[in-house]
């Protein structure tokens, strides 16, 4: 039975609203309406505040769509809450739509009887002409179940600068401060942590920071002077006391330090090779920035990047090359080579939806048959996936390990949400981290308990090797073509993998009953639903408890034995069911898929509903 997950469907929601924990914030507008600054700042004043908080940004795909287009709309949503947050939030009790276009690519995400704000000075024939529209699409919609707010924040925003005597097209550029600012107001948030970020960001010129800082401050005191205030009531943020050293951090910055806490840890250089790619190239943007720790090469082209990289392995460095789908693809020849030259190697895949070009900025977990599978030959390589923001940092570390331990690739899969969402995160003391031991170059041969070689840098005195894609003679490494030697060869690769999985641990659960009803395993970037969804179903008397995979490939000891446990198993991931083939065939369970694939995050809901109707379905 396949549980597809039903967007269409109505579902109820639980819980109290007037005893609600958390607030979502959706802003959306032009790619060049800095919706994406308005959004973090927007974020960092709610963590400044004391919230706890996850954030989703959302680009299109076209680099610059015409003004006014669908096409170009972007968003940025923010779920901040007194408690814990795991999920952007399903549905935004505030929109900010900054044109006719974000509005209708948006308001289905503004819940019923939620507040969105417009800019009026854009609701106009012309507006509306670009979109595409006939007439004001916020009175064609069902605008009884929200609450519009219509301020003309283009003509706002010039009054408020006109005193600093900017051009019009400058003045504009703030609009999105000033729309800020009334979203503070609106949320009862003070504008004292984006002024200072303003007059630091801004500080070579005094009059563009004072000019962005009257915008802002202009929309919130518009708020209080009109007496706006949102629909529903807003949670009560403790003023929690936040470690000295905690900081707000995406996925893919997190990764990066990650890398370069590789190189500290096992006292090597680390060479990151890469082409670019969407959502992958924030990589290179993050370690390019990094003052020290990491050398960094782009390529020409996928295949360059992976065989720098190699070569960067081959001289006794830490290597690490990036892509998503499409470039993994064209790594799998460079892929098949590391595994036959035995040498260590990190390969990040940040997911998004394909086929093909697909959604180049939308996340998908669906390269994981092509991490697990998609080799020539007998190519066996690990496979790991954070998921969380948090976790990308250790398990760049892990990876390393691993890597090193088999002295193989090792593939990484994240996605665009976990790359591009924004959490809190308190960095670990780099000194209590337990170092990345290298395999001892004096002494030759293989490793009875580790089956591999030591790795040795060209040059190494009387420690010559061959290294190459030809098959090589167990024993002395030189070329074989004795199909005897073969077979013991691919055996061998794979089990000194096996050897090695040990390294990331035995799977433990993350939440639940030690037995029960239900089972609910995921990886990557869906933690945050399946823990919220579980914990919800529960409240309810159920007994679901939750499992999340980090190693996905070999499948780590110890599943079997969880898995028989509990009556029921699902699988919840944003594919047609490719982690729940896998556990099939290797358990031998009746695991059952909950699927999504639309190029978005889980709903926490919708996949409660689905839950539930497999937890229905037990006999």
């Not at 469907?9 to 607030?23: I, K, N, Q, V, W």
């Not at 997190?254 to 990151?272: D, E, K, N, W």
């Not at 570390?397 to 996605?415: E, F, G, H, N």
Request: charged share 20%; with cysteine.
């Amino acid at each position: 039975m396949n549980v597809v997950i039903d967007h269409e469907r109505a579902l109820e929601r639980s819980g109290d609203r007037s005893a609600r924990t958390s607030t979502v914030v959706r802003f959306a507008g032009d790619s060049g309406d800095g919706i994406q600054l308005a959004g973090v700042q927007f974020a960092r004043s709610a963590a400044d505040g004391g919230a706890w908080l996850m954030t989703l940004p959302e680009y299109p795909a076209e680099i610059r769509a015409p003004a006014g287009t669908t096409f170009g709309v972007s968003a940025y949503q923010i779920q901040f809450g007194s408690g814990e947050v795991l999920t952007p939030g399903d549905e935004a009790d505030m929109l900010v739509a900054f044109n006719p276009a974000a509005f209708i690519t948006n308001i289905d995400f503004l819940r019923d009887g939620g507040t969105v704000v417009i800019d009026e000075g854009t609701f106009n024939a012309r507006g509306f002409a670009k979109a595409k529209l006939g007439a004001d699409p916020v009175d064609e919609s069902a605008a009884a179940r929200y609450r519009t707010i219509r301020v003309d924040i283009s003509r706002r925003t010039l009054e408020a600068l006109e005193a600093f005597g900017v051009g019009r097209r400058d003045a504009m550029r703030a609009r999105n401060f000033w729309a800020l600012g009334l979203a503070l107001w609106l949320n009862e948030q003070p504008t004292s942590a984006c002024e200072r970020w303003i007059a630091e960001r801004f500080a070579a010129d005094r009059t563009i920071a004072d000019a962005n800082a009257a915008a802002l401050r202009s929309g919130h005191a518009y708020g209080e002077t009109m007496e706006l205030a949102l629909s529903q009531p807003l949670p009560v943020l403790a003023k929690t006391k936040r470690a000295s050293r905690a900081r707000m951090i995406s996925g893919t910055d997190a990764m990066a330090l990650g890398i370069v806490a590789v190189g500290a840890l096992s006292a090597r250089p680390v060479t990151y090779c890469s082409y670019p790619i969407t959502p992958a190239s924030a990589l290179l943007h993050a370690l390019a920035r990094m003052p020290e720790g990491v050398r960094t090469f782009q390529a020409e082209d996928e295949i360059a990047a992976i065989s720098a990289a190699i070569g960067a392995s081959y001289a006794g460095t830490i290597a690490v090359t990036a892509s998503s789908g499409p470039g993994l693809s064209l790594k799998t020849e460079g892929l098949g080579l590391a595994v036959a030259a035995e040498l260590p190697l990190i390969v990040v895949d940040v997911q998004r939806a394909g086929p093909s070009t697909g959604m180049p900025t939308k996340p998908e977990q669906s390269d994981l048959d092509m991490a697990v599978h998609g080799r020539h030959g007998e190519s066996p390589v690990a496979v790991l996936a954070p998921a969380t923001s948090e976790d990308c940092f250790h398990v760049m570390i892990d990876a390393a390990r691993l890597a090193i331990r088999a002295m193989t690739p090792v593939i990484v899969l994240s996605d665009a949400f976990l790359a591009n969402a924004v959490s809190e995160w308190v960095p670990p003391d780099i000194a209590a981290l337990e170092p990345v031991l290298t395999h001892d170059a004096a002494t030759p041969g293989r490793d009875p308990d580790t089956l591999v070689r030591c790795w040795v840098a060209p040059g190494t005195p009387e420690r010559e090797t061959r290294v190459g894609g030809l098959e090589k003679d167990r024993a002395s490494g030189n070329i074989s073509y004795d199909p005897d030697n073969h077979e013991a060869m691919v055996a061998l690769r794979a089990e000194k993998l096996a050897r090695a999985a040990g390294v990331v641990g035995r799977p433990t659960l993350h939440d639940g009953p030690e037995d029960g009803d239900l089972l609910v395993v995921g990886w990557g970037s869906t933690f945050g639903a399946i823990r919220q969804a579980s914990r919800n179903l529960r409240g309810r008397g159920h007994r679901i408890a939750h499992l999340h995979i980090r190693q996905l490939w070999p499948l780590p000891d110890g599943l079997g034995d969880i898995f028989e446990r509990y009556r029921r198993i699902a699988c919840a991931e944003l594919n047609t069911g490719q982690l729940t083939r896998i556990l099939r065939a290797e358990t031998l369970r009746d695991v059952r898929p909950v699927s999504q694939i639309n190029g978005r995050p889980f709903r926490i809901d919708t996949l409660e509903a689905a839950l539930g109707g497999i937890i229905g379905d037990a006999s």
